[in-house]
């Protein structure tokens, strides 16, 4: 595995019930290159990006960031890491500024937090409880977490789900910015980008195990 | 990820404590739940101050037990379906210590409330004034021992939807040695023996959960994904 | 296909099927032997054992209570080591050793439990006695029987297991906490009444067919394990293709 | 031999009763610790019989057949 594949995964399997949920995975992300991830519902996409953040253990095969194991390398694994999954994990009694710094690194600062709420359409909600915003703003505040990270590595399970055009197009801009700085970008979604280039991989279902 | 997060322990028992002072009124529920039910042993049993006496310190455990499992299976659930919990599965620091910092948290706003207001139905129950300082500290000591196994229960069942009456069967067998030593430091209080024996039990009782208890919660929730 | 766990002699073990096969010759052997043992013990202790002095015959039904409740809490350790076997080298087969030797504990602690109030009756003229023995036994059941329940509350058979497998930990960590809260609480609110299980001072005929019966207890758990396992491990396996053969051969032998 | 006749062991001086409805239980007990799971083991030789004699006649009639027989497994 050359170092400079920030990822790689050898022919990942997990099983559930007997059954394998998708036929074994095999790909390689390096700096600079973001991959996007194509399966129909049910196809174990979400259970794929829970592998490969560690928290389910795959039944057979293993990933390896930056050519070591994952098991061996779990802090600086982890802490170069964003994951955004389908649920927002945003507090409906904190305000969304809180909610941001709650989910953002420590050391930024209230106005870096409101700059990048209003950067999402949240200006005049900032410090509105959540549990008064709508999903699809909840899913904002997720998604600003994209600006204020410094994390190297991004996984996002359906970025754009329960968003509108434009809110679409400034997660693709932050996308494109996080590549052109040499981040890497794993992303599983049913609609295509329009502007950045990307390269993509299917994962098939699987009806039966062996 | 963040420092915030990999700050763990006191990130964690802030944020609980926020949550809990932002929604305050649910934090009476326990304590009202605690008071109206030790109201009703006297009317079920008996009003004469010296049976209620001999009955007051394990009662009083009882209802304290009941408040503190009543309100423990809402310590992860809410994390778990909004999310929150895997970002706490995905944090790169040891996923102990958030878990020390979430039990901390419950134990601060649901165990020590009980154990404070525990001298008001010891005077309903009659009593002597002796043993009141005892039933305090036991009840603070014992309350931090019910968080910490209630937490494992409720992490085990987390992914179950009605794992409330579950978390019950699972956990009861592993409060009773805390319930047997907690009402006997009241007991030997009340005998006018020296109760600060079975106190240091319930406190070793609390190191060991402090010690193994993160353990079996942080292999419970990594299963509950 | 590069398996990232090595075959150490270890997981072979541990494989299903090595255990069925195995087990096939150990059956009819470990069958006769238990049956043996626990007929000789039993018509030994109830006809041929002298009566106690102060019980009287009541006494004989102490060659069930004691080795059921010895195999009940030797059950419960066993079960938990299964478990942590499973958590740790993610062998299948120990998890099935443990959901079967959870069944056989539960079912040994209401013998223990059963026999140890109706041997109540005539001791202490109430059929349930809070003794430190009989109340600890009860406890074991509430957790053999949280172990089932959670079993039982999961859908997908891997966290099925995971889970009674973190919850045999933590009970086997709290099994001697409450064996001794319960007998110093026994101390400290009755007076020591006769100990149930007084087995090293009697009487050596009296002994001899306890110790008989202990041992077909033994034999029996065994046994009891194996069967339940076998059928556990076809139940798992019944896709893999050693299992097809097999059922294909019997049915062709029909 | 304790007792001089059966009419003597059944009685036991009175602890018959107790003796004999804990050996009958315990044995009951015991006993369906071993019937349980002998059917259990055959109850699955069954079902995977079955399931065999599906995927066989499954071929005779073509692949179409097959597809049915994954998807209800």
Redesign the interface.
Known sequence: MSAKNILTVENIAFERNDNLLFHPVDLALSRGEALHIEGSNGSGKTTLF?LL????QPSCGSVYFRGKPIEQC??????E???I??????????SAQ?NL???????TSAEELACALSSVGLEGYTHI?CHNLSAGQHRRVALARLIT???SLWYLDEPFAALDKQGIALIESCMQAHIEQGGAILFSSHQDLAKTAVRKYSIVGYQEAF | ???????GFS?YLY?DL??AY??RSDLARPLIFFLVVSTLVPLGVAPEPARLAALAPGIIWIMALLASLLSIESLFSSDF????L??M????NLLAMPILGKVTAHWLVIGLPLALISPLIGIMFSLPAVAMVPMVLSLALGTAVLSFIGA?GAA??L??RK?GV?LA??V???Y??VL??GS?TI?SAVDGLAWSGSLAILGA?LA?AMA??PL?IA??L???? | MKLNRQWTWFHRLGSPRWFYQKTQCWLPWLGAIAAILLVTGLVWGLAFAPPDARQGNSFRIIYLHVPASFLALAGYYLMAIAGAVG?IWRIKLSFMLMKSAATIGAALTFIALFTGAVWGKPTWGAYWVWDARITSML?LL??Y??ML??RH??TNHE?AN??SA??G???T??VP??YK??D??QT?HQPATIKLTSAPSMHPDMFAPLLVMILGFYCFYALALILFTRAEILERERRASWVRELVAEKQGGL | MQFDNVQQLLVMDGHGVYVWSAVFVSVCVLIGLIIRPLRQHRRAIKKIARELNLKKTGKLTGNSQEASDASNT
């Open positions: 829970r953040t560690g928290v389910l779990r802090y600086d694994y982890l802490s890491l964003l994951f999954g389908h649920q927002s994990a945003v507090k409906g009694m904190l809180e710094k709650w989910m953002s690194p420590p050391a409880p990270s410094k994390a | 990820m963040s420092a915030v997060l990999s700050g990130a944020r926020l949550l932002r929604c379906q909004d999310g929150s895997e970002q599965l995905i944090a790169p494992v085990l069942t992914p179950l794992g579950l069967l699972l009861m067998p592993l009773m040695p047997i030593f006997a007991q009782f060991i193994l208890c079996a292999a419970a990594r299963l509950s994904s | 958590l406890i509430f957790l029987l949280g329940v959670l509350a999961f966290s995971k889970a973190i919850l930990l933590v009970g960590v709290n906490i409450i809260s319960v110093w609480w400290l």
